[in-house]
C-alpha cells in the first residue's frame, strides 16, 4: 500500500460542487464605470475561486450561477463595487457530505 494520498486539484474539487441557481443574480456590479475606468487590472477576476467575474471589451460579466457565496468579492474589490448578498432561500450552491 502507498502512503501516498489522492489529492485533488482546486478545478476537481470545484466539478464536484452543485448549484441550484435563481434566475435573478445575487451580485451586481454597483457601477460599471469604475471597472473601466478605475480599476486596471480587474482583481476580481483574479481572486474569485469560483472564476465568476470575466471581463470583456468594455464590460463586466458576472456569472452568478456557479457562485461559491464565499463572499470574497464582497471584501476583495477595491472600490467596493460589487453588491453581494446570499441567493433567497432554496438557491445557491448544494454541499454533498462523504
Not at 472564476?51 to 450561477?65: A, F, L, N, P, S
Request: with cysteine.
Amino acid at each position: 500500500m502507498s502512503d501516498q494520498k489522492n489529492y485533488q486539484s482546486i478545478e476537481e474539487k470545484q466539478y464536484l460542487v452543485r448549484f441550484n441557481a435563481d434566475t435573478k443574480s445575487h451580485l451586481h456590479v454597483k457601477d460599471t464605470d469604475i471597472c473601466l475606468t478605475q480599476c486596471p487590472d480587474k482583481i476580481c477576476t483574479i481572486f474569485c475561486p469560483a472564476e465568476i467575474y470575466k471581463w470583456e471589451d468594455i464590460r463586466m460579466h458576472v456569472g452568478y450561477e456557479g457562485c461559491h457565496e464565499c463572499g470574497s468579492c464582497r471584501i476583495g474589490c477595491p472600490h467596493q463595487n460589487i453588491q453581494w448578498e446570499y441567493p433567497k432561500g432554496g438557491h445557491g450552491i448544494v454541499f454533498r457530505l462523504g
